[in-house]
Protein backbone atom coordinates (compact mmCIF):
# COMPACT_ATOMS: atom_id res chain seq x y z
CA UNK A 1 0.00 0.00 0.00
CA UNK A 2 1.03 3.57 -0.98
CA UNK A 3 0.33 6.01 2.03
CA UNK A 4 0.00 9.49 0.30
CA UNK A 5 0.94 12.62 2.82
CA UNK A 6 -1.97 15.48 2.68
CA UNK A 7 1.01 17.53 0.83
CA UNK A 8 1.59 15.76 -1.82
CA UNK A 9 0.14 17.02 -5.37
CA UNK A 10 -3.16 15.30 -6.19
CA UNK A 11 -1.66 14.94 -10.38
CA UNK A 12 0.94 12.04 -8.26
CA UNK A 13 -1.97 9.87 -6.58
CA UNK A 14 -3.65 9.89 -9.81
CA UNK A 15 -0.75 8.72 -11.80
CA UNK A 16 -0.06 6.06 -8.71
CA UNK A 17 -3.65 4.65 -8.94
CA UNK A 18 -3.89 4.93 -12.55
CA UNK A 19 -0.61 2.80 -12.74
CA UNK A 20 -2.41 0.06 -10.21
CA UNK A 21 -1.27 0.53 -7.21
CA UNK A 22 -2.87 0.70 -3.91
CA UNK A 23 -3.15 4.62 -2.76
CA UNK A 24 -4.52 5.62 0.75
CA UNK A 25 -4.66 9.46 0.74
CA UNK A 26 -4.60 11.12 3.46
CA UNK A 27 -6.18 14.02 2.72
CA UNK A 28 -8.94 12.18 1.35
CA UNK A 29 -9.25 9.99 4.17
CA UNK A 30 -8.13 11.20 6.99
CA UNK A 31 -7.33 15.01 6.77
CA UNK A 32 -5.87 16.30 9.69
CA UNK A 33 -4.36 13.81 11.48
CA UNK A 34 -1.02 13.79 13.21
CA UNK A 35 2.38 12.76 11.47
CA UNK A 36 2.97 10.20 14.13
CA UNK A 37 -0.04 9.07 13.31
CA UNK A 38 0.56 8.85 10.02
CA UNK A 39 4.05 6.92 10.41
CA UNK A 40 2.45 4.57 12.84
CA UNK A 41 -0.40 3.78 9.77
CA UNK A 42 2.09 3.29 7.54
CA UNK A 43 4.08 1.10 9.91
CA UNK A 44 1.31 -0.93 11.03
CA UNK A 45 0.32 -1.66 7.09
CA UNK A 46 3.91 -2.14 5.80
CA UNK A 47 3.60 0.70 3.47
CA UNK A 48 5.21 3.64 1.56
CA UNK A 49 4.62 7.07 2.71
CA UNK A 50 5.29 9.52 0.22
CA UNK A 51 5.36 12.91 1.72
CA UNK A 52 6.33 16.38 0.84
CA UNK A 53 7.18 16.77 4.83
CA UNK A 54 10.85 16.70 5.99
CA UNK A 55 9.05 16.25 9.70
CA UNK A 56 9.22 12.55 9.12
CA UNK A 57 13.17 12.16 8.43
CA UNK A 58 13.14 13.35 12.04
CA UNK A 59 10.49 10.90 13.15
CA UNK A 60 12.09 7.98 11.29
CA UNK A 61 15.87 8.44 12.43
CA UNK A 62 15.39 10.30 15.94
CA UNK A 63 12.99 7.79 17.04
CA UNK A 64 14.13 4.76 15.04
CA UNK A 65 10.82 4.07 13.38
CA UNK A 66 10.47 0.84 11.82
CA UNK A 67 8.25 -1.21 9.53
CA UNK A 68 7.70 1.22 6.70
CA UNK A 69 9.62 2.96 3.83
CA UNK A 70 9.38 6.79 3.88
CA UNK A 71 9.83 8.56 0.28
CA UNK A 72 10.49 12.60 0.44
CA UNK A 73 9.37 14.53 -2.49
CA UNK A 74 11.80 17.82 -2.63
CA UNK A 75 11.14 19.79 -6.12
CA UNK A 76 9.64 23.00 -7.41
CA UNK A 77 6.26 22.87 -9.32
CA UNK A 78 8.60 23.16 -12.92
CA UNK A 79 9.76 19.85 -12.10
CA UNK A 80 6.89 17.85 -10.98
CA UNK A 81 7.04 15.52 -14.01
CA UNK A 82 10.35 14.67 -13.28
CA UNK A 83 9.79 14.06 -9.56
CA UNK A 84 6.48 11.54 -11.16
CA UNK A 85 8.95 9.61 -13.06
CA UNK A 86 11.76 9.25 -10.37
CA UNK A 87 8.72 8.17 -8.56
CA UNK A 88 7.96 5.36 -10.39
CA UNK A 89 11.15 4.01 -10.56
CA UNK A 90 11.67 4.35 -6.97
CA UNK A 91 8.31 1.93 -6.06
CA UNK A 92 9.05 -0.32 -9.18
CA UNK A 93 12.09 -1.22 -7.16
CA UNK A 94 10.75 -0.82 -3.80
CA UNK A 95 10.57 -4.99 -3.51
CA UNK A 96 14.61 -4.62 -3.88
CA UNK A 97 14.47 -1.98 -0.99
CA UNK A 98 12.03 -3.97 1.27
CA UNK A 99 11.50 -1.64 4.20
CA UNK A 100 12.97 0.43 6.23
CA UNK A 101 13.98 2.79 3.83
CA UNK A 102 14.55 6.74 3.72
CA UNK A 103 14.53 7.69 -0.02
CA UNK A 104 14.64 11.27 -0.65
CA UNK A 105 13.59 12.45 -4.25
CA UNK A 106 14.85 15.54 -5.88
CA UNK A 107 14.29 16.28 -9.98
CA UNK A 108 18.33 15.52 -10.32
CA UNK A 109 19.04 12.75 -7.20
CA UNK A 110 17.70 9.31 -5.52
CA UNK A 111 19.22 9.15 -2.19
CA UNK A 112 18.20 6.03 -0.21
CA UNK A 113 19.27 5.47 2.97
CA UNK A 114 18.92 2.20 5.50
CA UNK A 115 16.84 3.47 8.31
Known amino acids: MIII ?3 V ?3 IIEQL ?4 YQVYSIREKSPGIADQQIIRFASAKQGILVT ?3 DFGEL ?5 IKGCTVILLRYGKP ?3 RIKK ?10 QLKDNHFVTITPKKIRVRKI
Open 9 to 11: DQT
Open 52 to 54: EDK
Open 17 to 20: SAAG
Open 79 to 81: DIN
Open 5 to 7: DEN
Open 86 to 95: NLLLVIEKHD
Open 60 to 64: VFSHN
